[in-house]
């Protein structure tokens, strides 16, 4: 599959703030002030499912991996919820959400649990810097040293 | 983390039954009629989240992916759900559930959606029978050959 034709599905655009690229998926900021929940979409046009990735299946693993491990670090989370779901937008797109036992939905999963509540800007412009701090650090660090 | 100490969640246990087990993980059905719908639970003591299995992060997703191949090709679904969630089960299990424009809870999540329906036994084992031969049989091809 290739990035070329691909773009951000508008349902996702909506509904989120953009943190970063990484080498596989943009990383979107869910504007939902009701749980720390940020979403990776593969950059690979008409790729609905993760096994449409064939090979890169790998990598998308890899960045699951790096933004579960930034997202529990800066939230201290109780429990992770990471699912590629789709039903209502196809494009492929997984969902990472750190979630607490007493957020607004515990302990049901978050898709259509509770209202959205777009955060205060300022609020989220903070936790985004801080995601992509995270994630490009982790990122730099796990690349192999020349 | 090791497999010595690993035993199946007893939820789990009671909702569901075994197909068979991959390098990973136990491979489980939900007595649920409303949906296809396996279960991959990595044979690792005190796994809770994917980012705790380290490096066999590659192996899940290698099992999730040839999971989610069969189920798609048996059940020629609309759209896979592929989630780990484990609000209310602690233990690392991974849904993969085929989901239809038709079923029981579209285009909302499974968890929590309709209530649980078991079903006849003989249609029970007869998925599980070809969910496990076709699993099995990727199994089998995918490995190098001597």
């Given at each position: 599959?290739h990035?070329?034709g691909?773009?951000?599905?508008?349902?996702?655009?909506?509904?989120?703030?953009?943190v970063?690229?990484?080498?596989?998926?943009?990383?979107?900021?869910?504007?939902?002030?009701?749980?720390p929940?940020?979403?990776l979409?593969?950059r690979?046009a008409?790729?609905?499912?993760?096994?449409d990735?064939g090979?890169?299946?790998?990598?998308?693993?890899?960045e699951?991996?790096?933004v579960?491990?930034?997202?529990?670090?800066?939230?201290?989370?109780?429990k992770?919820?990471v699912?590629?779901i789709?039903n209502v937008?196809?494009?492929?797109?997984?969902?990472?959400?750190?979630?607490?036992?007493?957020?607004?939905a515990w302990?049901?999963p978050?898709?259509g649990?509770?209202?959205?509540?777009?955060?205060d800007?300022?609020?989220?412009?903070?936790?985004?810097?801080?995601?992509?701090?995270l994630?490009?650090?982790?990122?730099?660090?796990?690349?192999?040293t020349?």
């Amino acid at each position: 599959m290739h990035e070329t034709g691909w773009s951000l599905h508008s349902q996702l655009a909506a509904d989120t703030v953009p943190v970063c690229d990484l080498p596989l998926s943009r990383l979107l900021a869910m504007n939902d002030a009701n749980f720390p929940w940020l979403i990776l979409v593969p950059r690979r046009a008409g790729a609905s499912e993760m096994i449409d990735l064939g090979a890169e299946q790998a990598l998308l693993m890899d960045e699951i991996s790096l933004v579960s491990r930034a997202l529990k670090d800066e939230t201290r989370c109780d429990k992770l919820n990471v699912a590629a779901i789709g039903n209502v937008v196809p494009q492929l797109h997984v969902h990472i959400v750190a979630r607490r036992k007493d957020d607004a939905a515990w302990p049901k999963p978050v898709w259509g649990a509770a209202p959205r509540r777009p955060y205060d800007p300022a609020v989220l412009d903070a936790f985004v810097a801080i995601v992509r701090d995270l994630v490009r650090g982790a990122y730099e660090s796990s690349r192999p040293t020349s």
